[in-house]
C-alpha cells in the first residue's frame, strides 16, 4: 500500500534530533582522536592543557549553536504555548507587546494586558521587537538566552563535555522550557549561570541574576536557598543518611507541608495527583549512587551534589503540585556536571572501561531524549517541522 504524504512526514520528524546527535558524537570523537593536532608545537603541560580546553570550547560552541538553531528555526507547531486554545499564545502577545511603546508598556503592565507575563520577559519581547518584529527572532532570542549559560556551565566544570550534552537535552525540563514554556526555560539559563557565581562565593551577583531571573519567572526566588546550601559542608555519611531521611520526611509530610506552603504564598492553590512520584524516585536513586562514588575533597561535586538535593526535595511534591515538579527544574541543571564527572572520578579497577561506559549512557540518553520529544505533549517537538514549511 503506498504511504500518505502526511505518514512520510511523521515518520521522518525526528531526523534533525537524530542528526544532531550523530554530528556532536562525531566531532568529539574527532576532537578526542586528534587531540593537539591543531597545535603541533604544544610542549609544556600548561600549553596542552590551554589547548585543550580550546578544543572543548569549540565542542560545545558548535553543539550549543545547533541546538540553538533547532529551537529557533521551529514552526509555530512545535511548542504548545506559542498558540494556545484561546487563540493566544507567546506570538499573539508578542504582536501585542510591540504594538506598545516602551512607556505604554510600563503604564499597561498592572492592567494585566500582557497576560501573567512578568516585565522582564515582556521588555525583553519589546527590545527584540525593535530589531525584528518577526516571530522566529523571539524564538532564537529565547534559545540563545537559554542555551548559553549551559554551555558555559559544562565548559567550565564537565569532564565529559559530549556525555553532558547528552545528558542535557534528557533532562525533564528540556522540551517543554525550551520548546513551549519559554518564560521559564529563560530563567533556568540564569539560574545555570548563577551556579558559577555561586561557587566562586559571588554573594552579590548571584542575588541580582536570581532577581533578575524571576522578572522572566517569579518561581525562580526559591532558587536564593541555593547560595547557603551549596556552600554547607557535610561528609558522605550526612550526604547519604541525613538527606535520605529528611528526604523521607519531606515525602512523607508532603501534603501538609504543601497546605502550610500553599497558605503563605497562593491561597487559591490546587492538589493534583499525577504520577510525577516516579521522577522522584528515580531522582533520589541518582542522589544516592553520586553520593556513594564521589570523591571526598571534591568541593564542586559536594555543592553540586546539595543543590541536586533541593531537586529531589522540590520533586517530592510534583505528584500533588505541577508547579513543584517546575520549581525543581531549576536544580536539575547539575546533572549535566554530576553525572560525567562521577564516570570520570570512579574507582574503577580498569580505568579503560571508563570510555565504554560513558559512551554507553550517552547512546542511552539520546534514545531516552529520542523518546521524550516524540511523546511530550507539552513541547510538541514532534515531528520537528521548520518555520518554511
Known sequence: MRRSRWNVEIESGMVIYVLYYVTIAFLYIFIERYKFCFYPNVEFATDRRNSEKRQIAFFLVVASSLLIMILGFRSEYNGRDLHNSLGTGYFYF?????????????????????????IGFVLFCKFIGTLCSNHQIMLFASALVSVVPVGYYIYK??????????????????????????????????????????KRKKLISFILIILLASTFHSSVIVVLVAYPLYHFRMDRKSLMIGGLVILG??????????????????????????????LFLL????????????????????????????????????????????????????????????????QIQEKVLRKPVAWLIGIFAAMLGLYILRTDT???AYPYVPFWK
Do not use: H
Open 283 to 346: 531522582l533520589t536513586l541518582l542522589y544516592v549512587v553520586c553520593v556513594a562514588f564521589k570523591k571526598r575533597q571534591d568541593d564542586n561535586m559536594r555543592g553540586s551534589l546539595n543543590l541536586f538535593w533541593l531537586a529531589c526535595a522540590a520533586q517530592s511534591f510534583s505528584g500533588i503540585s505541577n508547579m513543584a515538579g517546575r520549581v525543581a527544574w531549576y536544580f536539575m541543571p547539575v546533572l549535566v556536571i554530576l553525572i560525567p564527572n562521577l564516570i570520570e572520578d570512579m
Open 157 to 198: 566544570n564537565s569532564k565529559n563535555p559530549w556525555l553532558s550534552m547528552m545528558v542535557y537535552t534528557v533532562l525533564p525540563f528540556f522540551g517543554p522550557a525550551y520548546f513551549s514554556a519559554i518564560r521559564q526555560g529563560i530563567a533556568i539559563g540564569f539560574v545555570v549561570f548563577s551556579y558559577e557565581l555561586t
Open 94 to 118: 508578542y504582536d501585542i507587546i510591540n504594538e506598545d511603546s516602551f512607556l505604554e508598556i510600563l503604564q499597561n503592565f498592572g492592567k494585566k494586558k500582557y497576560a501573567n507575563f512578568e
Open 378 to 380: 507539552i513541547a510538541q
Open 249 to 278: 520526611c519531606v515525602f512523607l509530610l508532603r501534603i501538609p507541608l504543601f497546605i502550610l506552603l500553599a497558605r503563605i504564598v497562593d491561597e487559591d492553590a490546587q492538589m493534583t495527583v499525577s504520577s510525577a512520584v516516579n
